[in-house]
């Protein structure tokens, strides 16, 4: 199943509704960093409360995606990992050093607006 | 013990088995007979050996009574039950009291030794005799060596997986302070199981509440190696990835130097000297302002 991009605001928020194949993850990539051009979007939210198994090549795609997205000029967050989920990642090494995570989608939202205030603050 | 014997006997010898049953009837009845005297001296050996320290002489006569005429009974009827239940029911009373295990092997084995020596004795004009009277004597006296140190030990044991037990029940509490402000007071040692215990209460905690900010307080804990340390990288690792921050506190001069000195690599985790600092600190990340009430007017005036 294809992961449903949503558009909202200046964000696209990807919602991950069930555990994902390597070529879905892979089409995934491919998608965002498509529509974070064709809707000029300032940052991305990826969903991943519904997982509950993390392994490394889904580490090493979300990472991927986030340096990919970044180079597009948004940020990305990554939002919803679970208690259990975390735990496996730190265990298996798979910290995502560089990446921003919050704990839910609101959470994720308020951190983008808290960066765009940031940066309007900035132009001023 | 004497069905034992008899059941094992019926294969090869069954005229030794019954001959072997009649020694330990002669045995028991001899025992019997003259149990003041060997009683008494068997509390006396334990007092010259020093064993037992922490009981007085009466509760070690006592005692031996109570050990001596069970022992007499494993020798006739052959069962061990009484004697394990006696066995787990001395245990219970004195290991409180600090009896170790080389105490309990001691009397037992000396009790062993007291009645071979009255063994010897009466029976030594008879060489022939004598030996198969041992012959019957040793594996009873041996196997009742081995229940008692068994009870014992496994007495010992279910002490300190109860005890464990209750440690893991007095787990640590994951605390709300301010909103999506939460504390984490670690006190005691940490091994692995207890570290991860914690770490998934940590986890659960932060969705519960929502957390943005956790106050790792490690003031309560005496020590910390490298396993510890790697337990809190890990819980400091896993709770960013739950979108929360982690400040670590109490970090004594002491664990600060032992840290450095084998080189965990602690540039993840944010610490702060005490637990206030801690608070402070994450109130600051939150945007909280902690401001004094208005002095009460009794006050200005004095």
Redesign the interface.
């Known amino acids: 199943m294809r992961v449903p991009i949503l558009k909202q605001s200046q964000y696209v928020i990807a919602s991950i509704q069930s555990a994902l194949s390597d070529e879905e993850l892979l089409q995934l990539r491919d998608d965002l960093a498509r529509d974070v051009g064709r809707y000029r979007s300032r940052g991305v939210i990826i969903d991943v409360t519904v997982l509950d198994v993390m392994d490394s090549f889904a580490v090493r795609t979300l990472r991927a995606i986030a340096h990919m997205i970044r180079l597009r000029g948004a940020e990305t967050v990554i939002v919803g990992i679970q208690p259990e989920v975390a735990f496996a990642m730190v265990q298996l090494g798979l910290t995502l050093e560089d990446i921003t995570t919050a704990l839910d989608l609101e959470e994720g939202l308020a951190f983008l607006n808290r960066q765009g205030a940031a940066g309007a603050r900035h132009v001023q | 013990m004497t069905t034992d014997l008899r059941s094992q006997g019926t294969e090869a010898r069954p005229s030794h088995a019954d001959a072997t049953a009649a020694l330990l009837r002669e045995l028991v009845a001899h025992l019997r007979k003259n149990r003041t005297q060997l009683r008494e001296e068997w509390a006396r050996r334990i007092t010259e050996s020093k064993l037992l320290t922490a009981m007085t002489r009466e509760e070690i006569f006592a005692e031996a009574t109570s050990v001596y005429d069970n022992y007499v009974e494993v020798l006739e009827t052959g069962s061990v039950e009484a004697l394990q239940a006696y066995a787990r029911n001395l245990s219970e009373r004195i290991i409180p009291r600090g009896v170790e295990t080389h105490e309990v092997l001691g009397i037992v084995l000396l009790l062993r030794d007291v009645l071979a020596r009255s063994l010897f004795k009466k029976y030594q004009a008879d060489f022939a005799l004598l030996n198969s009277v041992l012959d019957a004597y040793e594996p009873a006296a041996n196997r009742i060596a081995n229940t008692v140190a068994v009870g014992f030990v496994q007495e010992r044991e279910r002490i300190i997986r109860q005890q464990q037990e209750a440690i893991r029940e007095l787990s640590t509490p994951v605390l709300q302070v301010r909103d999506r402000l939460l504390i984490l007071p670690i006190i005691g040692v940490i091994d692995s199981l207890r570290a991860?215990q914690l770490?998934?209460q940590l986890?659960?905690g932060?969705?519960a509440n929502?957390?943005?900010v956790v106050v790792v307080d490690i003031t309560g804990v005496p020590s910390v190696d490298a396993t510890v340390a790697n337990h809190l990288v890990?819980t400091v690792?896993?709770?960013?990835?739950?979108?929360?921050n982690v400040i670590v506190t109490g970090l004594s001069s002491e664990i600060a130097q032992t840290l450095v000195t084998i080189g965990v690599d602690l540039s993840k985790i944010n610490a702060v000297g005490d637990l206030q600092g801690g608070i402070e600190e994450a109130e600051r990340m939150l945007g909280y302002a902690v401001m004094m009430p208005e002095p009460p007017p009794a006050e200005v005036k004095a």
């Open positions: 991860r770490t998934e986890l659960r932060i969705r929502r957390a943005k890990q690792d896993a709770s960013r990835l739950m979108g929360a």
